[in-house]
């Protein structure tokens, strides 16, 4: 956890007069009036002459990141009982996962995407009535093409490469492209951008000359990890992807897919970065854009993959809360 005036120390003992609360299971903390100690998982963290009303505030968060890692792990467990080995398994365990994906990674960017129509889409391949843009249809098509065709790729646990980076983008934005990307630029679904656009309040993004050079970097260095702190290792792939910004257009839902990707193929739970929580979404990559720090990131993509699998698969109840503390 970081923050202003706390610091990373073993553990150590303290002489002030202090009290015990006990909080969730291997967890611990100590309220005094100079100081602040917490404990998780035998880790202390230290806050120097804090009040006692402050030191509460501070421990109360350190407290819901207790659980909610608490949470997360839980999350990760239940993925990993699915022991999920054939494409049936993963329609099997993605039933609802697939759509509420594809409805909120299209409604991020186009808001005329309705659930409704999405869910149509994937159960029964056509749309009644619809009066809307034909773009939102196709989008929401080439999501469930999308779907089908990286099924056997993460049971195979393909590595990230350039080939199937480019290939995620042609599926998801065939007939996608607007007249001034595709008849005057003339650039293509599956190609990478030939004039150099840029994105987010400090405008970032590689330059198209530079894209095939600065994607292979990424690529090479998240598929060279071998840690244990994929969700992490996901997060940074995910956000350097957005800064370089490959495609003319669709670089959201294509990163969205890739996250997911890479979070499969190394056993970890996929999750739907939900449309009504987009203003954090966006926060959290403009810091990495400003500071190249993922921490908000990550802390963002554990809480999404709470909130998709409570919702998917009814953990709710079996989740610990955080909104009592």
């Given at each position: 956890m970081s923050g202003g005036g706390v610091a990373l120390i073993g553990l150590a003992a303290h002489h002030t007069m202090s009290k015990t609360y006990p909080l969730i299971h291997n967890t611990w903390y100590m309220i005094t009036t100079q100081s602040l100690y917490y404990g998780f998982n035998g880790t202390v963290l230290l806050s120097s002459d804090e009040t006692a009303t402050h030191g509460i505030i501070r421990i109360t968060a350190c407290a819901k990141e207790g659980i909610q890692l608490e949470k997360y792990h839980k999350v990760l467990?239940?993925?990993?009982?699915?022991s999920v080995e054939s494409t049936a398994d993963l329609d099997k365990y993605l039933s609802s996962f697939r759509i509420l994906f594809a409805y909120n990674s299209g409604k991020i960017e186009n808001d005329e995407i309705t659930y409704h129509d999405t869910r149509e889409i994937f159960e029964n391949g056509k749309v009644s009535g619809f009066t809307g843009s034909p773009r939102a249809l196709f989008e929401q098509q080439n999501q469930k093409l999308c779907y089908e065709f990286l099924k056997e790729r993460i049971i195979k646990k393909e590595p990230l490469s350039t080939e199937l980076i480019k290939e995620i983008h042609r599926v998801l934005t065939m007939g996608t492209y607007d007249e001034r990307r595709y008849i005057v630029n003339e650039e293509r679904p599956g190609e990478y951008k030939k004039h150099d656009y840029v994105t987010g309040t400090h405008e970032v993004g590689s330059a198209a000359r530079d894209v095939e050079t600065d994607l292979?970097?990424?690529?090479?260095?998240?598929?060279?990890?071998?840690?244990?702190?994929?969700?992490?290792?996901?997060?940074?792939?995910?956000?350097?992807?957005?800064?370089?910004?490959?495609?003319?257009?669709g670089n959201g839902r294509v990163?969205?897919?890739?996250?997911?990707?890479?979070?499969?193929?190394?056993?970890?739970?996929?999750?739907?970065?939900?449309?009504e929580d987009k203003r954090v979404y966006y926060d959290a990559l403009q810091e990495y854009d400003e500071s190249?720090?993922?921490?908000?990131?990550?802390?963002?993509?554990?809480?999404?993959?709470?909130?998709?699998?409570?919702?998917t698969a009814g953990l709710h109840a079996a989740l610990p809360k955080i909104d009592k503390l």
């Open positions: 467990e239940l993925w990993r009982s699915y292979v970097a990424l690529i090479d260095e998240v598929n060279g990890y071998s840690g244990e702190e994929v969700l992490k290792a996901a997060a940074y792939l995910h956000a350097r992807f957005e800064y370089i910004h490959p495609f003319a257009d990163g969205r897919t890739l996250l997911n990707h890479y979070l499969m193929t190394n056993d970890h739970p996929p999750l739907i970065i939900y449309d190249e720090s993922i921490d908000r990131l990550v802390s963002f993509l554990r809480e999404q993959c709470e909130k998709t699998w409570e919702k």
